[in-house]
């Protein structure tokens, strides 16, 4: 009787089951297209008359990003989604070059202060308006405007004439003694649009590529102005102007973005082949690559760690890449605390540590060893900043590749500044959020100062919403820090450690590594580059940090997938990619 | 009964704006704040946001305005997510949650009852340790787990269950499974024991005496009192599981309200905080009243002051 009883139970159990994996083999096999969207995709796969090239693919390039209003996303997976969205003045192509966008031309003066843009002709919104110089003188004072507070407004036109009005003038306690005013911003456009006049208040060599960088992408005024900051959040009010725009955005889940039928510029539109693409708003790297495993995904960028060792890269024949990326993973030292103003004790911790071991053991060769502060990856005047930093330092980089030797110098420093074999050295605090691979560098750093200059080390792990602003305030002794570069120019991340930086949480402070900052800007490339290189021989020398790897992205790609391209800008282009079906 | 309901009811929104009061409060001495990012920005920006969203204004004075603008059904804008309403974003994603939720009670419910009824039926017989090995292993293995497990098996590896999103009825199946885990193996449990304890009871063994099947004794008789712990259980597990899971919505990608709970918290998004602590506090309430009147239904020995 009982025995009956379970067997019922269970076969009804079965049956279940059964009806559940039925529906679920149905489905499989009918959206064999990635991504089943509400009937979305209005052609059926392999009723299409061009079979080689697929109506649409899904890739994996972030989370939900919080904002796409180009003048308030800070974050790298938001201006993915700006370049391909929009098109700036100037757009950067595959082989990293500075190219005509929605500007067809442009020309600069001798003296690097006034940049004047030649509009294309026939430019439109992607509601089918007109688009001309108008728009970017808008979107260029938007950005100064201090109630929108944009995040990149003064890297992009704080060297605009008229910026310091446009912001305010504040007296020497923080007090206005003027009212802001966009107006004063000296970025004027023709009375026809057809050319857009921007004045510098000094030379800015590497304008062309902030001119390039996302936050520069022209918004709608008639949108903007009707709908205030929510115009960015729904597609029927998100006008852009570049090669896709966005038919839908489910928050956490996608955003799936169209062929912009009204699109002209600087891309080749008749490269722009694919109809739809998904960009899938997953989270969790385990959702990210079940979704590459089941074919939803053509491309995740978020790889588990975990599956790393068992991946194979692509020069191997495998679909696992790793490409440079402009940033420096390095650790503050706070200056304005005993031992860290000491030359001598910052030596010793900048060469006690195995950079390879990190990068390549640690970090599971995902980050690259830095024994400069400025990586790979970064242009010059000629050629990269890098290599000409190693050349012009007789073939070597700032920092030793040789650790062994490393080590005995770090001990010898140590000893100069009085403490030998770390005796009486007082035992430090470092500071890490916890994510990636930060703890274990952490605790690497333990190890690593203990065995080799014998210091002890707490580590202080601290929730990120309070980890940046306490870095900032100056209130820790040493701390992960890290920096993503937001155009090519090695000022970017040079400039980190001029003393009045927002980002300078060491409060380094050295007259002639400000005066090499301030010298380098100016309007000859020569010039600019050479000075840039004299900073950062004098924040090396000063270890003024510690730099410990440079940043790589790496990702997982079908080889179905083509036409798209990894720029060091740590963004995907998929303007001209495509599916092979 | 009337009485007794209005009074509950009235508690019950005291105690959400209790709630509100406190979060209000402490999330404001927690440090850092909503507009912090690796990238500084300028003095007079950062200003200009505290100003925009009213952060400028003293402790006080805020929380009045908040309480104030609250009442008249108004969240205000998230400070993370420009541009949205924090209503907007719960009441999109609350019906996500709610329906993921209310699924996942309904099968651990189906499951739970009758796997703890054959648990208690068959005592130390061999069905009884199965269930209870498998009721011990949906406790302690955490959804982290079963979650990826699920999606590995199912979505890496055999390709028949869609890996994210709720888009058609199959995909509901693994974060539904997912989510039911726990609280089927608790409700086992909880029913076996409960079970037990009701068979033990002078008036079962009456019934034995009067010759009625066991059947009969134990849908008739010890099912309706052993339920009574599984029905008091059924509210807080509603409320908690609508409030959405954050692990199992992020595996499986899906919009729901465990998501913003958490990240709105590491963001210091200050009115998301607000907005579904409150929600979360008003739904356990609710659900905790709504058990309240369904055991006086089931028990009617029970005395409702």
């Known amino acids: 009787m009982n025995v009956k009883k379970i067997l019922a139970l269970a076969l009804a159990a079965l049956m279940v089951l059964a009806m559940a994996a039925c529906g679920g083999n149905n489905n499989g096999g009918n959206t064999s297209t990635p991504a089943s969207n509400g009937g979305n995709n209005a052609s059926e796969p392999g009723t299409t008359g061009e079979p080689t090239i697929a109506d649409e693919f899904s890739v994996q390039i972030g989370p939900n990003p919080e904002t796409l209003d180009p003048a308030l996303n800070s974050a790298v997976d938001g201006g993915n989604m700006l370049v391909t969205l929009f098109e700036t003045l100037l757009i950067i192509d595959e082989n990293l070059e500075v190219k005509p966008g929605q500007a067809e031309s442009y020309t600069v003066s001798e003296d690097g202060l006034t940049w004047t843009f030649t509009m294309r002709d026939g430019l439109k919104w992607s509601d089918g308006t007109d688009l001309n110089a108008k728009d970017f003188e808008y979107t260029f004072k938007r950005l100064a405007d201090v109630n929108l507070a944009a995040p990149y407004g003064e890297t992009v036109v704080g060297m605009v004439d008229g910026y310091q009005d446009a912001i305010g003038n504040p007296d020497k306690d923080g007090n206005m003694t003027t009212e802001p005013d966009i107006e004063k911003l000296n970025v004027k456009a023709s009375d026809d649009g057809k050319t857009l006049t921007v004045i510098l208040s000094y030379p800015c060599p590497y304008f062309d590529k902030l001119v390039a960088f996302g936050t520069m992408s022209p918004v709608q005024k008639a949108t903007v102005e009707a709908n205030g900051d929510a115009w960015a959040t729904t597609p029927a009010t998100y006008v852009c102007n570049g090669p896709y725009m966005i038919s839908e955005w489910t928050p956490s889940e996608r955003i799936v973005v169209k062929k912009n039928p009204n699109y002209s510029g600087g891309w080749d539109s008749s490269r722009i082949v694919t109809d739809t693409i998904n960009f899938l708003l997953l989270e969790d790297s385990s959702a990210s690559f079940a979704a590459y495993n089941s074919g939803t995904a053509v491309m995740i960028k978020d790889v588990p760690t975990e599956e790393i060792p068992s991946l194979t890269k692509v020069e191997d024949g495998g679909d696992f890449y790793v490409d440079t990326i402009l940033g420096t993973y390095y650790l503050s030292m706070n200056l304005n605390k005993a031992p860290f103003n000491d030359v001598n004790v910052r030596k010793a911790l900048n060469l006690a540590i195995d950079r390879d071991y990190i990068a390549n053991v640690i970090m599971q060769g995902t980050y690259s060893p830095a024994y400069n502060f400025v990586g790979p990856g970064v242009s010059d005047a000629s050629g990269m900043f890098f290599d000409n930093a190693k050349s012009a330092n007789g073939g070597k980089t700032y920092i030793s590749e040789d650790y062994e030797e490393n080590k005995k110098l770090a001990q010898e420093a140590l000893a100069a500044a009085g403490y030998p074999n770390g005796e009486g050295f007082p035992t430090i605090t470092y500071s890490t959020n916890d994510a990636g691979y930060h703890v274990a560098v952490a605790e690497y750093l333990q190890s690593a100062y203990k065995e080799v200059l014998g210091i002890t080390m707490n580590i202080d792990r601290v929730e990120w919403a309070s980890f940046t602003p306490m870095r900032r305030a100056g209130d820790y002794e040493m701390s992960r820090n890290g920096w993503v570069m937001d155009y090519n120019d090695a000022s970017n991340m040079i400039e980190l450690l001029y003393s009045t930086n927002g980002n300078n949480d060491g409060k380094y402070n050295s007259a002639s590594f400000d005066a090499a900052i301030d010298s380098s800007r100016c309007a000859d490339q020569g010039d600019h580059f050479k000075f840039l290189h004299n900073a950062e021989k004098i924040m090396m020398e000063d270890y003024a940090c510690i730099p410990v790897a440079y940043y790589n992205d790496f990702w997982l790609q079908s080889p179905s997938l083509k036409g798209s391209w990894h720029s060091p800008y740590g963004y995907w282009f998929f303007q001209y990619a495509y599916v092979e079906e | ?305």
Request: charged content about 15%; overall charge positive.
């Open chain 2, 1 to 305: 009964m009337g009485k007794y309901i209005v009074k509950r009811i009235a508690m019950g929104i005291l105690s959400v704006f209790i709630v509100a009061t406190l979060t209000f409060f402490l999330m404001n001495l927690v440090p850092g704040g909503p507009f912090v990012a690796e990238k500084s920005i300028s003095k007079a920006a950062q200003e200009a946001l505290e100003a925009k969203f009213g952060l400028d204004k003293p402790l006080l004075q805020r929380y009045t305005t908040y309480m104030t603008d609250f009442l008249h059904g108004d969240m205000g804008f998230s400070l993370r997510q420009r541009g949205r309403t924090v209503s907007d974003i719960i009441f999109s994603k609350f019906p996500v949650s709610a329906r993921l939720a209310g699924i996942a009670v309904v099968v651990a419910l189906c499951v739970g009852i009758p796997l703890g009824c054959i648990s208690a039926y068959n005592r130390g017989k061999l069905a009884d340790n199965f269930i209870i090995v498998l009721g011990t292993c949906g406790i302690a293995i955490p959804s982290f787990i079963s979650s990826v497990l699920l999606l590995y098996t199912f979505g890496s590896w055999l390709k028949i269950l869609p890996t994210m999103g709720l888009n058609d009825a199959v995909s509901y199946i693994m974060p539904v499974t997912a989510l039911a885990i726990y609280p089927t193996a608790y409700i086992t449990r909880l029913m076996r024991s409960s079970l037990l304890d009701v068979m033990g009871q002078d008036y079962i063994r009456t019934a034995k005496a009067k010759g009625l099947s066991s059947f009969m004794i134990l849908f008739k008789h010890a099912l309706r009192n052993a339920l009574l712990p599984v029905i008091a259980y059924v509210g807080p597990m509603l409320a908690s599981l609508m409030t959405g899971s954050f692990v199992v919505e992020k595996i499986f990608t899906i919009p729901g309200l465990g998501r913003e709970f958490v990240s709105s918290i590491t963001n210091r998004d200050y009115t998301m905080i607000m907005g579904t602590t409150i929600i979360l506090a008003a739904l356990v309430i609710a659900a905790n009243v709504i058990v309240d009147i369904l055991y006086k239904i089931i028990d009617p020995r029970i005395k409702l002051k």
